[in-house]
Protein backbone atom coordinates (compact mmCIF):
# COMPACT_ATOMS: atom_id res chain seq x y z
CA UNK A 1 0.00 0.00 0.00
CA UNK A 2 3.43 2.04 -0.26
CA UNK A 3 1.77 3.05 -3.33
CA UNK A 4 -1.60 4.62 -2.45
CA UNK A 5 -0.11 6.66 0.46
CA UNK A 6 1.99 8.35 -1.86
CA UNK A 7 -0.89 8.71 -4.23
CA UNK A 8 -2.85 9.99 -1.58
CA UNK A 9 -0.35 12.42 -0.09
CA UNK A 10 0.30 13.90 -3.54
CA UNK A 11 -3.03 14.35 -4.44
CA UNK A 12 -4.04 15.93 -1.39
CA UNK A 13 -0.47 18.38 -2.10
CA UNK A 14 -1.41 19.28 -5.40
CA UNK A 15 -5.04 20.02 -4.98
CA UNK A 16 -4.75 22.07 -2.13
CA UNK A 17 -1.86 23.80 -4.51
CA UNK A 18 -3.80 23.90 -7.05
CA UNK A 19 -7.10 25.39 -5.57
CA UNK A 20 -5.43 28.05 -3.72
CA UNK A 21 -3.29 29.68 -6.99
CA UNK A 22 -6.47 28.75 -9.01
CA UNK A 23 -9.63 30.43 -7.69
CA UNK A 24 -8.79 33.87 -9.39
CA UNK A 25 -8.82 33.34 -13.09
CA UNK A 26 -12.03 32.28 -14.22
CA UNK A 27 -12.45 32.13 -17.66
CA UNK A 28 -8.66 33.63 -18.37
CA UNK A 29 -7.13 30.91 -20.04
CA UNK A 30 -6.54 30.24 -24.01
CA UNK A 31 -6.75 27.07 -26.41
CA UNK A 32 -10.20 26.05 -24.58
CA UNK A 33 -10.99 22.82 -26.89
CA UNK A 34 -8.64 21.50 -24.25
CA UNK A 35 -11.07 21.48 -21.52
CA UNK A 36 -13.75 19.09 -23.56
CA UNK A 37 -13.76 15.43 -22.53
CA UNK A 38 -13.16 13.29 -25.36
CA UNK A 39 -13.95 9.76 -24.89
CA UNK A 40 -17.44 8.66 -25.24
CA UNK A 41 -16.90 6.43 -22.43
CA UNK A 42 -15.94 8.39 -19.78
CA UNK A 43 -18.14 11.73 -21.27
CA UNK A 44 -21.02 9.13 -20.37
CA UNK A 45 -19.21 8.28 -16.99
CA UNK A 46 -19.51 12.23 -15.82
CA UNK A 47 -15.54 12.15 -17.22
CA UNK A 48 -15.04 10.20 -14.07
CA UNK A 49 -12.74 8.45 -15.75
CA UNK A 50 -9.29 8.91 -14.81
CA UNK A 51 -8.80 5.93 -12.81
CA UNK A 52 -10.45 3.82 -15.02
CA UNK A 53 -9.59 4.40 -18.51
CA UNK A 54 -7.63 1.15 -19.66
CA UNK A 55 -7.65 1.70 -23.43
CA UNK A 56 -6.93 3.94 -26.71
CA UNK A 57 -8.71 6.39 -24.98
CA UNK A 58 -6.55 7.08 -22.25
CA UNK A 59 -4.57 9.33 -24.51
CA UNK A 60 -7.30 11.87 -23.39
CA UNK A 61 -8.48 10.99 -19.57
CA UNK A 62 -4.88 9.73 -18.21
CA UNK A 63 -1.63 8.02 -20.48
CA UNK A 64 -0.80 5.77 -17.78
CA UNK A 65 -4.00 3.42 -18.52
CA UNK A 66 -2.18 2.62 -22.37
CA UNK A 67 -0.35 0.34 -20.89
CA UNK A 68 -3.43 -2.21 -20.19
CA UNK A 69 -4.27 -2.71 -23.81
CA UNK A 70 -2.86 -6.35 -24.70
CA UNK A 71 0.32 -6.76 -25.52
CA UNK A 72 0.58 -6.56 -29.41
CA UNK A 73 -2.76 -5.10 -29.94
CA UNK A 74 -3.25 -2.33 -31.57
CA UNK A 75 -6.66 0.27 -30.82
CA UNK A 76 -8.32 2.59 -32.96
CA UNK A 77 -10.52 5.00 -31.76
CA UNK A 78 -12.91 7.77 -33.98
CA UNK A 79 -15.08 10.07 -32.74
CA UNK A 80 -17.79 13.13 -32.89
CA UNK A 81 -19.15 15.44 -30.33
CA UNK A 82 -21.91 17.88 -31.28
CA UNK A 83 -21.73 21.36 -29.93
CA UNK A 84 -23.20 24.54 -29.65
CA UNK A 85 -23.38 26.71 -32.84
CA UNK A 86 -23.41 23.76 -34.85
CA UNK A 87 -19.92 23.03 -34.37
CA UNK A 88 -18.71 19.71 -34.52
CA UNK A 89 -15.14 18.49 -32.59
CA UNK A 90 -13.81 15.38 -34.65
CA UNK A 91 -11.26 13.12 -33.21
CA UNK A 92 -8.83 10.38 -33.90
CA UNK A 93 -6.56 8.54 -31.92
CA UNK A 94 -4.40 5.03 -32.46
CA UNK A 95 -2.80 3.40 -29.66
CA UNK A 96 -0.64 -0.21 -29.04
CA UNK A 97 1.12 -2.25 -26.44
CA UNK A 98 4.64 -2.63 -27.43
CA UNK A 99 5.65 -5.18 -24.79
CA UNK A 100 8.14 -2.56 -22.85
CA UNK A 101 5.75 0.03 -23.25
CA UNK A 102 2.62 1.84 -24.48
CA UNK A 103 2.54 4.83 -27.33
CA UNK A 104 -0.38 6.65 -28.59
CA UNK A 105 -1.31 9.88 -31.30
CA UNK A 106 -3.88 11.52 -31.82
CA UNK A 107 -5.19 14.31 -33.98
CA UNK A 108 -8.11 16.55 -32.60
CA UNK A 109 -9.71 19.11 -34.84
CA UNK A 110 -12.21 21.58 -34.61
CA UNK A 111 -13.69 24.40 -36.96
CA UNK A 112 -16.83 26.83 -37.37
CA UNK A 113 -18.83 27.33 -39.97
CA UNK A 114 -18.65 30.59 -41.54
CA UNK A 115 -19.65 33.88 -39.57
CA UNK A 116 -20.54 37.55 -40.14
CA UNK A 117 -17.79 40.21 -39.22
CA UNK A 118 -19.43 42.69 -37.57
CA UNK A 119 -17.61 45.74 -36.51
CA UNK A 120 -18.63 49.07 -34.29
CA UNK A 121 -19.81 50.57 -37.50
CA UNK A 122 -22.03 47.61 -38.29
CA UNK A 123 -21.95 44.71 -40.75
CA UNK A 124 -19.08 44.31 -42.85
CA UNK A 125 -20.94 41.82 -45.74
CA UNK A 126 -17.23 39.59 -44.86
CA UNK A 127 -17.18 36.96 -43.26
CA UNK A 128 -14.16 34.76 -41.29
CA UNK A 129 -13.81 30.69 -39.49
CA UNK A 130 -12.27 30.25 -36.30
CA UNK A 131 -10.64 26.19 -35.81
CA UNK A 132 -7.94 24.60 -33.33
CA UNK A 133 -5.87 21.90 -34.13
CA UNK A 134 -4.38 19.27 -31.44
CA UNK A 135 -1.33 16.79 -32.13
CA UNK A 136 -0.48 14.42 -29.42
CA UNK A 137 1.73 11.68 -29.02
CA UNK A 138 1.50 9.68 -25.86
CA UNK A 139 3.89 6.89 -23.85
CA UNK A 140 2.98 4.77 -20.92
CA UNK A 141 5.08 1.93 -19.03
CA UNK A 142 4.50 -0.02 -16.26
CA UNK A 143 7.02 0.05 -13.17
CA UNK A 144 5.38 -2.75 -11.63
CA UNK A 145 2.75 -5.13 -12.36
CA UNK A 146 -0.09 -2.37 -11.16
CA UNK A 147 1.59 0.65 -11.08
CA UNK A 148 2.02 2.53 -14.17
CA UNK A 149 2.90 6.37 -15.55
CA UNK A 150 2.13 7.90 -18.88
CA UNK A 151 2.44 11.31 -20.38
CA UNK A 152 1.51 13.03 -23.60
CA UNK A 153 2.73 16.02 -25.41
CA UNK A 154 1.23 18.03 -27.39
CA UNK A 155 1.16 20.74 -30.31
CA UNK A 156 -2.11 22.82 -30.32
CA UNK A 157 -2.88 25.48 -33.05
CA UNK A 158 -5.70 28.16 -33.03
CA UNK A 159 -6.95 30.20 -35.86
CA UNK A 160 -8.91 32.84 -35.23
CA UNK A 161 -10.03 35.16 -39.08
CA UNK A 162 -6.45 36.64 -39.93
CA UNK A 163 -5.09 35.72 -36.60
CA UNK A 164 -3.63 32.96 -34.99
CA UNK A 165 -1.32 31.07 -32.16
CA UNK A 166 0.52 27.85 -31.74
CA UNK A 167 2.17 26.40 -28.00
CA UNK A 168 3.79 23.00 -27.25
CA UNK A 169 1.48 21.47 -24.50
CA UNK A 170 1.83 18.41 -21.86
CA UNK A 171 -0.04 15.65 -19.75
CA UNK A 172 1.50 13.79 -16.55
CA UNK A 173 -0.32 10.82 -15.45
CA UNK A 174 -0.21 7.60 -13.07
CA UNK A 175 -2.52 4.68 -12.14
CA UNK A 176 -2.18 2.66 -9.00
CA UNK A 177 -4.09 -0.74 -8.66
CA UNK A 178 -4.31 -1.16 -4.71
CA UNK A 179 -4.47 -4.13 -2.99
CA UNK A 180 -7.36 -3.29 -1.03
CA UNK A 181 -10.34 -5.18 -3.16
CA UNK A 182 -9.55 -3.83 -6.24
CA UNK A 183 -9.26 0.11 -5.39
CA UNK A 184 -7.24 2.19 -8.30
CA UNK A 185 -6.25 5.45 -7.98
CA UNK A 186 -5.36 7.93 -10.59
CA UNK A 187 -3.97 11.24 -10.78
CA UNK A 188 -3.95 12.97 -14.32
CA UNK A 189 -2.31 16.91 -14.70
CA UNK A 190 -3.26 18.16 -18.11
CA UNK A 191 -2.50 21.19 -20.31
CA UNK A 192 1.29 22.04 -18.72
CA UNK A 193 2.64 24.77 -20.63
CA UNK A 194 3.86 28.09 -21.58
CA UNK A 195 1.42 31.06 -21.48
CA UNK A 196 0.20 31.87 -25.61
CA UNK A 197 -0.96 34.93 -27.47
CA UNK A 198 -2.23 35.51 -30.97
CA UNK A 199 0.20 36.76 -33.43
CA UNK A 200 -0.43 40.27 -35.03
CA UNK A 201 -1.92 43.19 -33.23
CA UNK A 202 -5.76 44.64 -33.27
CA UNK A 203 -7.63 47.81 -33.29
CA UNK A 204 -8.47 48.57 -29.76
CA UNK A 205 -11.64 50.93 -29.89
CA UNK A 206 -11.35 51.64 -26.08
CA UNK A 207 -10.44 54.99 -26.24
CA UNK A 208 -11.94 56.05 -29.56
CA UNK A 209 -14.85 55.37 -27.87
CA UNK A 210 -14.43 57.02 -24.53
CA UNK A 211 -12.72 60.16 -25.32
CA UNK A 212 -12.46 60.47 -29.11
CA UNK A 213 -9.14 59.74 -29.48
CA UNK A 214 -7.54 57.53 -32.68
CA UNK A 215 -7.83 53.97 -32.11
CA UNK A 216 -4.59 52.31 -31.17
CA UNK A 217 -3.17 49.12 -32.73
CA UNK A 218 -2.32 47.14 -29.69
CA UNK A 219 -0.82 44.11 -29.15
CA UNK A 220 -2.38 40.64 -27.70
CA UNK A 221 -2.08 40.17 -24.42
CA UNK A 222 -1.17 36.49 -23.41
CA UNK A 223 -3.13 34.03 -21.53
CA UNK A 224 -2.27 30.78 -19.71
CA UNK A 225 -2.75 27.40 -21.03
CA UNK A 226 -6.13 25.14 -18.99
CA UNK A 227 -4.22 23.39 -16.83
CA UNK A 228 -5.76 20.87 -14.37
CA UNK A 229 -5.39 18.46 -11.99
CA UNK A 230 -7.61 15.64 -11.23
CA UNK A 231 -7.24 12.76 -8.69
CA UNK A 232 -9.82 9.66 -9.00
CA UNK A 233 -10.69 6.78 -6.95
CA UNK A 234 -12.67 3.64 -8.75
CA UNK A 235 -13.75 -0.32 -8.31
CA UNK A 236 -15.94 -2.79 -9.42
CA UNK A 237 -18.77 -4.64 -7.42
CA UNK A 238 -18.03 -7.66 -7.83
CA UNK A 239 -13.95 -6.89 -6.13
CA UNK A 240 -15.03 -4.09 -3.82
CA UNK A 241 -18.07 -6.04 -2.01
CA UNK A 242 -17.68 -9.77 -3.16
CA UNK A 243 -20.38 -10.17 -5.54
CA UNK A 244 -21.22 -12.94 -8.01
CA UNK A 245 -22.87 -11.06 -10.59
CA UNK A 246 -22.50 -13.80 -13.16
CA UNK A 247 -21.36 -11.99 -16.19
CA UNK A 248 -22.38 -8.90 -15.21
CA UNK A 249 -20.42 -5.78 -13.28
CA UNK A 250 -20.31 -3.04 -12.17
CA UNK A 251 -17.59 -0.22 -11.86
CA UNK A 252 -18.07 3.07 -10.59
CA UNK A 253 -15.73 6.28 -9.65
CA UNK A 254 -15.74 9.02 -7.81
CA UNK A 255 -13.59 11.98 -9.32
CA UNK A 256 -12.50 15.27 -7.94
CA UNK A 257 -10.77 17.84 -10.09
CA UNK A 258 -9.28 21.60 -9.90
CA UNK A 259 -9.01 23.69 -12.54
CA UNK A 260 -6.82 26.67 -13.34
CA UNK A 261 -9.82 28.98 -14.79
CA UNK A 262 -12.72 27.43 -13.26
CA UNK A 263 -14.42 26.30 -10.15
CA UNK A 264 -13.39 23.18 -8.59
CA UNK A 265 -15.79 20.44 -9.47
CA UNK A 266 -16.84 16.64 -8.20
CA UNK A 267 -18.15 14.12 -10.14
CA UNK A 268 -19.65 10.63 -10.22
CA UNK A 269 -19.63 7.76 -12.62
CA UNK A 270 -21.19 4.25 -13.03
CA UNK A 271 -21.43 1.64 -15.62
CA UNK A 272 -23.10 -1.12 -15.71
CA UNK A 273 -21.45 -4.31 -18.03
CA UNK A 274 -23.24 -7.20 -19.03
CA UNK A 275 -21.32 -10.13 -20.40
CA UNK A 276 -18.58 -7.26 -21.97
CA UNK A 277 -21.23 -6.97 -24.59
CA UNK A 278 -23.75 -4.27 -23.65
CA UNK A 279 -22.87 -1.32 -20.78
CA UNK A 280 -25.24 1.22 -19.49
CA UNK A 281 -23.50 4.44 -17.95
CA UNK A 282 -24.09 7.37 -16.03
CA UNK A 283 -22.86 10.20 -14.38
CA UNK A 284 -22.88 13.49 -12.95
CA UNK A 285 -20.60 16.89 -12.27
CA UNK A 286 -21.31 18.89 -9.41
CA UNK A 287 -20.05 22.77 -9.43
CA UNK A 288 -19.87 22.15 -13.43
CA UNK A 289 -21.88 25.25 -14.27
CA UNK A 290 -24.37 24.27 -17.53
CA UNK A 291 -22.96 20.79 -17.21
CA UNK A 292 -25.36 18.33 -15.44
CA UNK A 293 -26.32 14.69 -15.54
CA UNK A 294 -24.55 12.43 -18.29
CA UNK A 295 -26.14 9.06 -20.08
CA UNK A 296 -24.62 6.47 -22.81
CA UNK A 297 -24.41 3.05 -23.93
CA UNK A 298 -21.65 0.88 -25.54
CA UNK A 299 -22.05 -2.03 -27.42
CA UNK A 300 -18.75 -4.59 -28.55
CA UNK A 301 -18.62 -7.16 -30.58
CA UNK A 302 -15.35 -9.22 -32.10
CA UNK A 303 -15.29 -11.16 -35.34
CA UNK A 304 -12.10 -12.93 -35.56
CA UNK A 305 -9.48 -11.16 -34.78
CA UNK A 306 -11.03 -7.26 -35.19
CA UNK A 307 -13.18 -6.14 -32.18
CA UNK A 308 -15.56 -3.29 -32.32
CA UNK A 309 -16.87 -1.34 -30.03
CA UNK A 310 -19.82 1.29 -30.20
CA UNK A 311 -20.46 4.10 -27.61
CA UNK A 312 -22.83 7.07 -27.03
CA UNK A 313 -22.79 9.76 -24.39
CA UNK A 314 -25.43 12.36 -23.65
CA UNK A 315 -24.03 15.47 -21.66
CA UNK A 316 -26.59 17.83 -20.28
CA UNK A 317 -25.47 21.45 -21.36
CA UNK A 318 -28.23 23.47 -20.28
CA UNK A 319 -29.86 25.66 -22.41
CA UNK A 320 -28.47 24.36 -25.62
CA UNK A 321 -29.05 25.71 -28.83
CA UNK A 322 -27.64 25.67 -32.41
CA UNK A 323 -26.96 28.69 -34.86
CA UNK A 324 -30.54 28.52 -36.30
CA UNK A 325 -32.59 27.29 -33.17
CA UNK A 326 -33.36 23.98 -34.56
CA UNK A 327 -33.74 22.23 -31.24
CA UNK A 328 -34.66 19.11 -32.81
CA UNK A 329 -32.91 15.37 -31.14
CA UNK A 330 -29.88 15.35 -33.41
CA UNK A 331 -28.72 19.06 -32.81
CA UNK A 332 -28.38 18.14 -29.20
CA UNK A 333 -24.88 17.46 -27.61
CA UNK A 334 -24.82 13.73 -28.60
CA UNK A 335 -21.41 12.32 -28.58
CA UNK A 336 -20.25 9.04 -30.65
CA UNK A 337 -17.30 6.64 -31.10
CA UNK A 338 -16.46 3.81 -32.78
CA UNK A 339 -13.21 1.51 -31.68
CA UNK A 340 -11.20 -1.06 -33.52
CA UNK A 341 -9.33 -3.58 -31.95
CA UNK A 342 -6.51 -5.90 -33.95
Given at each position: ????K????L??I???A???F????I?????????????V?????G????A?AT?????YWN??G??K?????????IS??N??A??SY????????????SIG?N??FL??D????I??D?K???T??A?????????A?????????????????ND?A??D??A?????????????????L??????I???T???G??T?Q???Q?G???????????????ST??????A??S?M????L???D??????LES?S??P??????A????QE????RG??????G?E??T??L?????V??????F??????F?????A???D??L????????K???
Amino acid sequence: MKYAKLLLSLGVITLSASMAFGADKIGQSSFQTQKISKGVRGTAMGDAYVALATDVSSVYWNPAGLVKIPRGQGQLLISRINMPADISYHTIAYGRNLGFGSIGVNVDFLKTDEMEIITVDGKTGETFTASEMTIGISFAQAIIDNFSYGFTFKYLRNDFADEDQSAFSADLGVRYRTDFRGLTLGIAVKNIGPDTRFDGTYTDQTKAQAGGQPAENTEYGEAPQPSTFQFALAATASEMFGMNLEGQDIAFSVQLESPSDRPERVAFGAEYNFQELLFLRGGFKFNAGEEGFTLGLGVNHQVGKLGYAFDYAYLQFGDFHTADNNDGLLSQPHRFSLKLAF
